[in-house]
């Protein structure tokens, strides 16, 4: 079993619409919680920490249940730049530990 | 915006060859990784220097991967001999405290082996 789990996708929404990821981790050591955001062939870039009392930025809200072992992630009033690979990202033991991501395509 | 820098962005290798990949990361970051993202999933990490020492290399192949950051600067990642299966993007981060909240990636190395 992975260690970061996430629905690959892919996702294909309409402009405007509201889509949730959902992440499990397996390390109920695991501390810090992020949601990264890939483009096509580019680096991966941080898009927000999560934190237990849930965070939000703009149109994007994260949620972490640690009893659970469950992050997700919420975009609403979804753009066509919104488009990528949004990769739940974990600590253990100090590193980042990735799932394999779940693809967002925001069509007109 | 200070950044990772690597090279190359692309490289094209044949079957047993050798490959090397370079990353200079922010000046002033102690922490530095080397990951590796096959297409489709996430990026796993193959190496973790502080300064010039080696402090996780749990999941790099050492018969055939490499890695060293002589001057605690910049830092190489060497494959001998190539294999198909390393087909991959390269990524390099680098961190100033090592919280990993601080990572800032390079645009990576995307090697194809054929």
């Known amino acids: 079993r992975k260690e970061v789990e996430q629905d690959p996708g892919p996702f294909n929404v309409p402009e405007g619409a509201t889509v949730a990821f959902n992440c499990t981790y397996s390390?109920?050591?695991?501390?810090?919680f992020f949601w990264y955001r890939q483009d096509c062939r580019k680096e991966p870039k941080l898009l927000m920490s999560?934190?237990?009392s849930g965070n939000e930025d703009g149109r994007f809200t994260a949620q972490l249940n640690r009893a659970s072992q469950y992050i997700s992630l919420l975009i609403r009033d979804s753009k066509l730049s919104d488009s990528a690979t949004y990769l739940c990202v974990v600590t253990s033991a100090g590193k980042l530990i990735f799932g394999q991501g779940t693809e967002l395509s925001v069509k007109p | 915006e200070a950044e990772v820098a690597q090279s190359p962005r692309y490289k094209i290798t044949e079957k047993s060859q050798a490959v090397a990949f370079w990353c200079d990361p922010i000046?002033?970051?102690?922490?530095l990784y080397w990951y590796r993202q096959i297409l489709g999933q996430g990026p796993e990490l193959l190496v973790q220097?502080?300064?010039?020492?080696?402090?996780?290399d749990s999941q790099l192949p050492k018969d055939r991967f490499s890695a060293e950051r002589l001057k605690g600067v910049d830092s190489t990642l060497k494959i001998q001999p190539a294999e198909l299966g390393d087909s991959a993007m390269y990524l390099c981060a680098s961190s100033l405290t090592g919280t990993p909240g601080g990572y800032t990636f390079g645009s990576g190395t995307r090697l194809t082996v054929v």
């Open positions: 000046s002033g970051h102690a922490t």
């Open positions: 390390n109920s050591a695991s501390q810090s």
């Open positions: 220097f502080q300064d010039e020492s080696v402090v996780d």
């Open positions: 999560v934190y237990s």
